[in-house]
Structures are given as C-alpha cells and as structure tokens.
C-alpha cells in the first residue's frame, strides 16, 4: 500500500491497519502518470493500493478506463483495477460507507 505524505492520506492508510510507504510522488499535486508510475501500472506483480487524493485520483482512473475528462472519486471509496491482455477493466467500485462497516 502507498500513501501520500499529505496528512490526511497518512491518517486514511493507518485506517486500514496494513503496512504502507509515504511516497512524496502521490501528493496533492501529482500527475496522473507519476501516481501510474509509481504503481507499477500495469507490470506491477503484487497488487498495490494508493491512498491519495481528488481530483488526481479521478484523473487516473479516467486514463485508465479511456475516458475524455476526469471521474469522480468519493472521498475513502476503493476502485479495483486490473489489466488483461492489454484492456483495462475496472473490477469493483466499493462506496466508503461499505467500507466503514
């Protein structure tokens, strides 16, 4: 798991009670293709959860699913991407209020 360095990514990753690393490339001010780059997309061989920010998050998953503009990404929701044979797909999108319990 990778979080921002901003303060509340941090407080969000510790939420989840699982190993992460602060990465300064996921911060607020990210480009879409630094936060890809830091994934590993799509060669990465584990999966990898990024905890960071709006509107760059939706800006990310637009890229990744061909869209023209950004996506809304609700604040603490998951999105489950993978790639297969090339094509992107989006497995899951989990609200927060799920999360939460």
Not at 38 to 48: N, T, Y
């Amino acid at each position: 798991m990778l979080s921002s360095p901003a303060r509340r990514a941090v407080q969000t990753a510790k939420g989840l009670d699982r190993a992460f690393e602060e990465r300064p490339a996921l911060s607020p001010e990210a480009a879409p293709r630094a936060i890809l780059g830091e994934a590993g997309w799509p060669r990465s061989e584990h999966p990898v959860v990024i905890v960071g920010h709006q509107p760059t998050l939706g800006e990310v998953a637009a890229a990744l699913l061909g869209a023209e503009e950004g996506l809304a990404i609700r604040k603490g929701a998951a999105w489950w991407f993978a790639e297969k044979g090339g094509s992107v797909l989006l497995r899951a999108v989990v609200d927060a209020e799920v999360l939460e319990g």
